[in-house]
């Protein structure tokens, strides 16, 4: 094949020159992989959810063996994990896996024995052009390979679209100080890797790509066009082309969005993906894997790691098998701890601050530099300088951003697109008065998300209480409903009984009536001595007299 | 003079109609802004804010009976959310009516529970299951941690645990000093 190499055409907006620090661990060409005594394998190694865990406590694990797949659907975001030596398991347990999240996962323990045997259906693919897409697809899927430039987007869901793809882009910018392990592994194994592009642009059905590399890397520029030209094109109907594009070192180069810009000079829109605009991004390091599974039938189990940093007296890349502690692979580089130091994950300006090195490798994890920690500055009142936003590479105003997160107006801060950035940190990086504020924005993206999240479980609780409060009045109305229903069926049923219940009734009410109204009459004949005449009158008082006297007699005898 | 008065009259009747029918035909059942208020609150159904409930809690702002800080599990984003829609100025929680809290739920013992039923009597949302002297279970994923069930217990096996969502949560530090209530100190 013939290779072509060119500058690039476009740049992107704002990005910083840094110091590269790329020397300290290109001394030595890639050391092998040491097999540690105990693997932790987190079942979490990329975006998405975890995979499923197939083996159990004592179970005897062959190197490469498959321990944890797929267990949904094929399109679900998730990766399959295999054992990255032999041994056995001893442990399935919650740990704590590196990452901005501070998330812990189930992690499968290895016990290894030293053998390091290969499974025996570990094959090479036969043919591997002859494969249709989806077979490619399905080979790459069960190699388990994510993104291998630290945001570990599973491959596979990657390789064949539902929309045509025109465009591969390769990033082997790697524009992060001190990492290098993308640079080396492009010197030792150009061939391989332009083979794993062949495979990923027959896999995607389209026959050019470009492989977008930081002029900072000479040796490995030529290694690739090297490897381009000596490797012939493959057995299919199309002719590939691959183009090397040079690009300034200026970071973040190796962002997918500016990468893309810098190549192609297409933006993406605000919430959109490249691939709406035919794009399809993959890391050099990804390719090497995709190679691997293919033409070896190898899965992801090792990776590439730069270790260095301060107090490391042997930086350098190192095979690294996935799982192995931080603080063992510290140690075999003759790290001498000190007391203000930080191990970060990826690089100073994105990397993941770990709070300590006793944690597993993990797919994504390109480099553990050991920093040391600078003087803590408290920061100062912002002086509106605006150079956040001269350096912005997406574009945005990191200022205004940083002032609604402050008053938290999480509404201001999404219309200023606060999902568009990237986290960076070119703006940290220039701020004068040392305000962190990547910081804000992860606090502000986390507080949106939560306040989403709040917001889809208040509905559902909402729409529990109203059907709750539905149910109650329905029963209540059914209730009624069947009482005066009953009533009537009662009534019905002992009609006769019922006549002759209000014959009784009636019956009682009229002696009452009786009673009540001979007791008037009887008062009335009491009180005839209502209008009486004189004469009357004086009868009755002599009668009175008359009975008095009889009595008075009657009482002295 | 008299054709201008005409057709002026007839205008306003022709208009009178057109509003007459828009006015029955667009009807809004209920107040638009106490759904706008219900939205914005956490829906626990707790009762702290002294209502029966959320929407009961909601019509009230909404007549300008209630204040806008009597929720504290909404806490001060509903709060903010509030003021930010009724125009109003936020204001601290009132502390009458609780304290904000991380986010809760509740547990049954079931070694203890004697199935009585009242605590599901008592759950807004249906989130507990059980039935009469069975074992009774709490919905963790439906419970709103309102704690309505826990004085009707008899037994008192209904514990308060965090809630599972909120040990997921992916939380970022506040890289600053809560600002809203208190003065600046730059």
């Given amino acids: 094949m013939k290779a072509i190499i060119e500058q690039a055409k476009h740049h992107f907006h704002g990005g910083l020159s840094l110091d590269g620090h790329k020397q300290l661990s290109m001394q030595h060409a890639i050391s092998a992989a040491l097999i540690p005594d105990t693997l932790t394998v987190p079942l979490l190694q990329h975006i998405g959810r975890p995979a499923t865990a197939i083996v159990k406590i004592g179970e005897q694990v062959l190197k490469g063996q498959c321990i944890a797949c797929i267990k949904d659907d094929k399109n679900t975001v998730t990766a399959a994990m295999h054992a990255p030596s032999s041994g056995k398991v001893v442990a399935i347990e919650h740990c704590a896996i590196p990452g901005m999240l501070k998330q812990s996962v189930d992690c499968i323990m290895i016990q290894t024995d030293g053998e390091d045997r290969w499974h025996p259906e570990i094959q090479p693919i036969a043919e591997p052009f002859n494969l249709t897409r989806d077979d490619l697809k399905q080979a790459i899927l069960e190699a388990g390979i994510v993104g291998m430039g630290g945001a570990g987007f599973p491959t596979h869901l990657k390789l064949v679209q539902e929309k045509p793809v025109e465009t591969l882009i390769i990033n082997a910018a790697e524009c992060e100080p001190y990492i290098t392990c993308d640079a080396q592994l492009i010197q030792e194994q150009a061939e391989k890797i332009i083979k794993g592009i062949q495979f990923i642009l027959h896999a995607l059905n389209i026959n050019h790509c470009f492989i977008g590399i930081e002029n900072n890397k000479p040796d490995a520029i030529q290694a690739l066009r090297q490897a381009i030209e000596s490797i012939e094109q493959p057995p299919t109907k199309q002719q590939c082309f691959i183009k090397i594009v040079q690009l300034p070192t200026r970071y973040p180069a190796g962002g997918e969005k500016q990468l893309i810009q810098a190549i192609t000079g297409k933006q993406i829109p605000i919430n959109k993906l490249p691939r709406d605009l035919g794009i399809i991004g993959h890391n050099i390091a990804t390719t090497f894997a995709v190679a691997n599974a293919i033409l070896e039938g190898k899965p992801l189990i090792e990776r590439v790691v730069t270790i260095t940093g301060d107090n490391i007296a042997q930086p350098q890349n190192k095979w690294v098998m996935l799982g192995t502690n931080m603080q063992q692979l510290l140690d075999t580089c003759g790290y001498q701890k000190k007391s203000n130091d930080e191990v970060i994950m990826g690089g100073p300006m994105m990397g993941a601050h770990l709070d300590s090195a006793d944690y597993p490798v993990i797919k994504t994890t390109n480099c553990v530099l050991v920093k040391t920690k600078p003087i803590q500055t408290t920061s100062l009142p912002c002086i509106r300088c605006g150079e956040c936003a001269r350096v912005c590479p997406a574009n945005l105003l990191p200022q205004q951003l940083y002032w609604f997160v402050r008053s938290k107006d999480f509404d201001r801060v999404q219309d200023y697109q606060i999902f568009s950035c990237i986290e960076c940190g070119c703006c940290d990086y220039v701020c004068p008065s040392h305000i962190p504020l990547v910081q804000f924005y992860r606090y502000a993206k986390s507080e949106i998300w939560n306040q989403e999240a709040d917001k889809e479980k208040s509905d559902h609780a909402r729409q529990r209480h109203e059907f709750r409060q539905l149910r109650i009045e329905r029963k209540k109305k059914e209730d009624a409903e069947r009482k005066a229903k009953k009533k009537a069926m009662l009534n019905k049923k002992q009609g006769i009984d019922t006549s002759a219940e209000d014959a009784k009734k009636s019956a009682i009410e009229a002696a009452l009536k009786r009673v009540k109204s001979r007791q008037t009459e009887q008062s009335a004949v009491a009180k005839n001595t209502d209008n009486l005449t004189e004469q009357q009158q004086q009868k009755i008082a002599e009668v009175e007299q008359r009975r008095k006297n009889k009595t008075r007699q009657n009482n002295n005898e | ?186």
């Fill in chain 2, 1 to 186: 003079m008299l054709t201008a008065i005409i057709a002026l009259s007839l205008l306003a009747i022709a208009f009178g109609l057109l509003l007459g029918f828009a006015a029955v035909r667009y009807k809004v059942k209920s107040n638009p802004v106490v759904d706008q208020i219900d939205a914005l609150l956490p829906q626990t159904q707790c009762g702290q804010c002294t209502y029966p409930g959320c929407r009961p809690y909601a019509e009230a702002i909404a007549k300008e009976e209630a204040d806008i800080n009597q929720c504290p599990p909404g806490g001060e984003a509903t709060i903010l959310a509030l003021a930010d829609l009724l125009g109003k100025d936020p204001k601290p929680l009132n502390e009458k009516n609780g304290a904000h809290a991380e986010k809760t739920v509740v547990y049954i013992d079931e070694k203890v529970c004697i199935g009585c039923t009242l605590c599901i009597q008592a759950c807004p949302v249906d989130a507990i299951l059980g039935a009469a002297k069975q074992m009774h279970t709490v919905i963790a994923s439906e419970c709103t941690g309102c704690d309505l069930c826990i004085p009707p217990c008899p037994v008192d096996c209904i514990h308060v645990i965090p809630a599972v969502e909120e040990k997921d949560k992916v939380s970022v530090k506040v890289p600053f000093a809560p600002l809203l209530f208190t003065e600046p100190n730059a």
